[in-house]
């Protein structure tokens, strides 16, 4: 079955760096983009960064961008989300989504979370 799990969370002082990565089972991981949400409590659940199936297109949100990399190793089926400078505004859980669009439908799945604590 599909699958997405993600690993690497945790509780880290504001300015350190955590390494988050996604392991994908249960389909075509090289046709999928691959995008990491997060949610903290109260918010909604807002884009953090995306990379394209090849890996030749990411783009970042705003309040991310020069501190979060992502990157994908098609061989390996895995996405890594490298992030530094962490803030404390980066608490949330970090969800890995897999999204393929064809003609006729859309595939859309979730991992189920993982936590990133960043605290003092």
Do not use: H
Not at 5 to 30: D, I, K
Not at 49 to 60: L, V
Not at 73 to 85: C, I, S
């Amino acid at each position: 079955q599909v699958q997405l799990v993600e690993s690497g969370g945790g509780l880290v002082q504001p300015g350190g760096s955590l390494r988050l990565s996604c392991a994908a089972s249960g389909f075509t991981f090289s046709i999928y983009s691959i995008s990491w949400y997060r949610q903290a409590p109260g918010k909604e659940r807002e884009l953090v960064a995306a990379i394209t199936s090849a890996g030749g297109s990411t783009n970042y949100a705003d309040s991310v961008k020069g501190r979060f990399t992502i990157s994908r190793d098609n061989a390996k089926d895995t996405v890594t989300l490298r992030m530094n400078g962490l803030k404390p505004e980066d608490t949330a859980v970090y969800y890995c989504n897999a999204r393929r669009r064809t003609f006729l439908r859309e595939y859309d799945y979730w991992g189920q979370g993982t936590q990133v604590t960043v605290s003092s």
